[in-house]
Each structure stands twice: as C-alpha cells, then as structure tokens.
C-alpha cells in the first residue's frame, strides 16, 4: 500500500509560480512512475507529467511543456511539480499517482495509488 499526500495547491495569479509536493508513505517500488494529473470542472481528469521512480525519466503534457517541471526526492518519498508562468486554463485539482503504468504513464487508469487533490487557482 502507498499513501500520498498533495499540498502546495491556492491562488495565484497569471504569470506567477507554485510549487506542489507530493509525500508519499509505504513501500515504493523501484519500477514504480509517479504521476501528476488534474482535472477541472465540467472535464476529464488529464495527464500532467510524470517522473519514473528510479531513473528520473521525465514526460510531459504539451500543455505545460516547457513551464512546469517535475521532480523527486527518494530519500524524502517525494514527488515535486513546480509550476511557472501559470495561465488561468491551469485551474484544476492537481492529483498526485504511483503505480507501474508502464509504456501507459499518461493514462491515468494505469495508476494504482492515488492523493486527495489539491486545488490550483490561476486567476486572470
């Protein structure tokens, strides 16, 4: 079992910056992709990017490619999503996931473990 816990998540403006972390508890296997998802009123849950647990391989929506950056810290169990140059169409409740989705990471059925969400406001 894998317990994650999101935070970081409130209201900025267009243009600024944030940072989400996302502290994950349990036994994290090394084949193991941690991913970052949102999903906004009225929408589908979306893929975000994604960091593989062991080499730090990373993939990105083209959304936010280019602005947000993700990453992690074994030693904490942490997974990071920093977050620049924000626009409004970033408001959403950002998910954290771990699983082993394998070819699959920007498939958010592909992920076992999932945190509460925490919201993003980008106001205009």
């Known amino acids: 079992q894998v317990q994650l816990v999101e935070s970081g998540g409130g209201l900025v403006q267009a243009g600024g910056s944030l940072g989400l972390s996302c502290a994950a508890s349990?036994?994290?296997?090394?084949?193991?992709?941690m991913g970052w998802f949102r999903q906004a009123p009225g929408k589908e849950r979306e893929f975000v990017a994604a960091?593989?647990?062991?080499?730090?391989?990373?993939y990105y929506a083209d959304s936010v490619k280019g602005r947000f950056t993700i990453s992690r810290d074994r030693a904490k169990n942490t997974v990071y999503l920093q977050m620049n140059r924000l626009k409004p169409e970033d408001t959403a409740v950002y998910y954290c996931?771990?699983?082993?989705?394998?070819?699959?990471?920007?498939?958010?059925?592909?992920?076992?473990?999932w945190g509460q969400g925490t919201q993003v406001t980008v106001s205009s």
């Open positions: 996931a771990a699983g082993d989705p394998k070819e699959y990471a920007s498939t958010w059925s592909a992920y076992t473990y």
């Open positions: 960091i593989s647990w062991s080499r730090g391989s990373t």
């Open positions: 349990g036994r994290i296997f090394i084949t193991y992709t």
